[in-house]
């Protein structure tokens, strides 16, 4: 391995290592324990211009339940949901689709479709605002949550049809000739071989998009101005202009927004960092 | 009917199966794109009608002082982005230890790149506030007084890329984790035995056995830099004056905010075309490695 191990007979040194690193990491999430520490002072030390002594009390419990019922971060969250719940299943669904044929059969063309699925994937999002706006004008779903949805799903699909086209690809291929050789459609040769094998590629896949989806700002404030279908991004960018003097909301609400991608992220690190290092590194 | 579609079932369901997505991708995103181009030759408020404006749009751009102060925002953060490889880098190298501990401490050091960048925004809005924030407890430290980052014209844009630098030096660091773990450990060792070491080693040993992950990490990088949007509304809605505005915010604000849709298609239209050479590098190489590792 590279760099060189530190050897197993030196622990001393192994946790004297371990001790400078997690100096630099404490450096690195500064601004954040920051923000946390902040999330858990009492409004009266905001109040009193006291950001960084000791806290005069811990107001986690209050802070966060303010967070609820002072502010719609409620009702943000819950559109938050409402948003990138179904764009994920849609993305996962056209992607499938889209792989497997693009993996799995010559045709003129196939090069050209699959590239533009992932140049695509990189414009900037300036370039399609405004048409992508006036059709959802035109459609009457402007300020809905069927907007972004759509406009999710479709941008998504780019990214995510690069990744199961690969992940198919790789696929050993005796197992699609065996198929066509028992006479198997290739609606059969999806149900049966394509679905099942793709299961790892779909976890880490609807991790990624889920954080993506989550985590967009820009779409959040083109197409969804009311507060009935805003999501959480575009939420915490308003509170941050209203509760000025509360930082101690604000801090809390940050943390709250950030909480269901960094769980996702923990519970299944092992597929988000296989997602995201994809095309990287083989296997 | 029956016949028919039994004799060409083997080509259409793949039809069927990529129509979704496909009409879903170009209806949306390449319909769209397309649009936008050719509105960029119109005046248009959103609600009347449009009308043919040649290319004064694009003439207009460039006799606006902003659109200079845009790009050459955009061309700072191109360039101070192109410091989160090195530090990914850096740090994969810190990190990759096999200790008891070291996983939980490496999945902290991602934390910046999984939260929103809104939210990142707010912690170092918070960071570099100059009565209360942690860089003015800093400098108070050292006896000095804080500078106000964000409301100072010739710092702010500074600012702003070294708090988006905070994600992007994560995600390049999880990339090159990833090399790191992919290297030829015979090569390692060969070279280990013919005395190489150090700087040495990391030039002429590892580094070109991380061409890939250095390709996608400095095309993520690019990308990144030149997409930024988020931070800069979070942050500094472009101010002041439009000091930290880039053309990605510059055209949201005139057409959202100023209803100048034509202008602000054309000012998208500019960032498209400079995107565009950075895509098509990126397809060209990416297809080419793709047929040669066929």
């Not at chain 1, 500064?30 to 109040?47: E, G």
């Not at chain 2, 902003?66 to 982005?81: A, G, H």
Request: glycine share 8%; proline share 5%.
């Amino acid at each position: 391995m590279y760099p060189r191990q530190i050897k197993a007979g030196e622990p001393a040194r192994k946790s004297l290592y371990l001790g400078s690193v997690t100096l630099v990491l404490f450096l690195w999430l500064l601004p954040l324990l920051a923000i946390i520490l902040t999330s858990i002072r009492p409004a009266a030390d905001i109040a009193a211009g006291d950001y960084w002594g000791w806290p005069s009390g811990f107001d986690l419990i209050a802070n966060y339940t303010g967070v609820f019922t002072q502010t719609p971060m409620g009702r943000y969250f819950l559109n938050s949901l409402i948003i990138t719940i179904p764009s994920v299943i849609g993305v996962l669904c056209l992607s499938t689709l889209t792989g497997f044929v693009l993996s799995r059969y010559r045709f003129r063309g196939n090069t050209l479709l699959f590239a533009i699925f992932i140049g695509g994937n990189f414009l900037p999002f300036q370039i399609m605002m405004i048409p992508v706006r006036n059709l959802t004008l035109d459609l009457g779903i402007y300020n809905t949550y069927l907007a972004l949805i759509i406009f999710h799903t479709a941008f998504q699909t780019g990214f995510a049809t690069l990744f199961m086209r690969n992940f198919i690809a790789a696929l050993p291929g005796e197992l699609f000739e065996a198929a066509r050789a028992e006479g198997a459609s290739p609606l059969q040769t999806l149900i049966h071989v394509v679905v099942p094998l793709v299961r790892p590629a779909l976890a880490a896949l609807s991790i990624l998009a889920f954080t993506f989806i989550w985590n967009d700002y820009f779409w959040a404030v083109v197409l969804s101005p009311s507060d009935a279908v805003k999501p959480v991004t575009a939420g915490l960018a308003n509170l941050k202009g209203q509760y000025v003097a509360n930082w101690n909301l604000i801090s809390a609400a940050t943390i709250v927004i950030a909480i269901p991608p960094v769980m996702l992220f923990f519970f299944m690190q092992r597929h988000f960092v296989r997602g995201l290092t994809m095309g990287a590194v083989k296997g | 009917m029956k016949t028919l579609w039994r004799r060409h079932r083997c080509w259409l369901w793949p039809v069927i199966f990529l129509a979704p997505g496909v009409i879903l991708f170009w209806g949306v995103i390449v319909a769209s794109s397309a649009q936008s181009l050719a509105i960029s030759f119109f005046r248009w408020d959103g609600f009347g009608p449009m009308t043919w404006a040649g290319l004064s749009n694009y003439v207009e751009l460039l006799h606006d002082p902003q659109f200079y102060t845009s790009l050459k925002n955009n061309i700072i953060w191109l360039v101070m982005f192109m410091a989160a490889p090195p530090l990914g880098l850096a740090i994969a190298l810190l990190v990759n230890q096999q200790i008891r501990g070291m996983r939980l401490v490496k999945s902290l050091f991602f934390m910046p790149l999984v939260m929103s960048q809104v939210a990142v925004g707010v912690v170092f809005a918070w960071f570099y506030d100059p009565t209360n924030g942690l860089l003015a407890l800093i400098f108070k430290a050292i006896g000095a007084t804080a500078p106000a980052l964000l409301s100072n014209p010739e710092w702010v844009t500074v600012a702003v890329v070294i708090a988006a630098l905070w994600p992007q030096v994560s995600f390049c660091m999880i990339l090159f984790m990833a090399g790191l773990n992919n290297l030829d450990e015979s090569q390692i060792a060969a070279a280990r035995v013919d005395g190489a070491k150090g700087w040495h080693m990391l030039r002429h040993v590892v580094l070109p056995q991380l061409r890939q992950v250095n390709f996608i990490a400095i095309a993520v990088t690019v990308i990144g830099a030149l997409r930024s949007f988020d931070m800069i509304s979070v942050m500094t809605s472009g101010g002041p004056f439009g000091s930290s505005n880039v053309l990605a915010y510059q055209m949201y604000e005139q057409s959202i905010e100023a209803y100048r849709f034509g202008y602000g298609a054309a000012i998208a239209a500019v960032l498209f075309v400079v995107m565009a050479v950075f895509i098509a590098w990126y397809l060209h190489r990416m297809l080419r490695m793709e047929r040669e590792g066929a």
